[in-house]
C-alpha cells in the first residue's frame, strides 16, 4: 500500500462518516424545524438525485484536473454546506444546501476512486478497489450511531461542527 492510497482510503472513509452521520439524524432535525413529511423526503432524496446528475459533470473535470484537487473540493463543499446548515432554516434554502452535499458527494466518490485506480501498480488494482468500497460500509456502521448520540448528548448544531471538522479532515487527506 503507497501513502497516496492510504491517505486517499482515509479520506474517502472521514468523508463519509460525515455524511453517513446525517442519515438518521436529519429527518428528526427537520422534523424539530416543522417541516412535513413531504419535504423531509424531498430534502432526503435530493442528495442522492444530485449526485447523480453532478457525476457526469465531474467525470468531465477529472479529464481537466487531477483527482485530488476534485476532492478536496468536495471536501471543502461538503464542509460548507455543514455549516449552511447552521444558518438556514426554510426549505428552500436547504434544499439548495442539500442538492450542494450531493455535488460534494459526487465529487469525493468519483475523485477518490479515480485516484485509487491511478494510484495503484495495474497487479494490486482490483484489491485496492475493494478495499476503498469498505469505506462506505464501515463508515455507514459507524456514524449513524455516532452522529444518533452526538444529537441526542449534545445537539444538532454540535452534530454539524463535527461534520465540518470531518469533511476538514478529509480535505486535509486529500
Not at 460534494?104 to 477518490?112: G, L, P, V
Request: net charge positive; aromatic share 16%; glycine share 6%.
Amino acid at each position: 500500500m503507497t501513502r497516496d492510497f492510504v491517505l486517499g482510503f482515509l479520506a474517502f472513509f472521514i468523508f463519509f462518516v460525515a455524511n453517513f452521520s446525517l442519515t438518521p439524524t436529519m429527518p428528526i432535525y427537520l422534523r424539530n424545524l416543522g417541516s412535513n413529511a413531504r419535504e423531509i423526503g424531498a430534502l432526503v432524496g435530493i442528495l442522492g438525485i444530485a449526485s447523480l446528475v453532478c457525476r457526469l459533470l465531474v467525470g468531465r473535470v477529472l479529464r481537466k484536473r487531477s483527482e485530488k484537487r476534485v476532492m478536496m473540493f468536495g471536501a471543502v463543499l461538503f464542509a460548507f454546506t455543514f455549516l449552511a446548515f447552521i444558518v438556514f432554516r426554510p426549505f428552500w434554502p436547504l434544499l439548495v444546501v442539500r442538492f450542494l452535499q450531493g455535488a460534494a458527494f459526487s465529487c469525493m466518490d468519483t475523485a477518490a476512486i479515480a485516484c485509487v485506480i491511478s494510484v495503484v501498480p495495474p497487479a494490486y488494482r482490483t484489491r485496492a478497489i475493494s478495499y476503498v468500497f469498505l469505506a462506505p460500509c464501515l463508515a455507514m456502521s459507524i456514524a449513524a450511531p455516532f452522529g444518533m448520540f452526538l444529537m441526542n448528548r449534545y445537539s444538532f448544531t454540535t452534530l454539524l461542527l463535527t461534520g465540518t471538522a470531518l469533511s476538514a479532515c478529509a480535505f486535509l487527506f486529500s
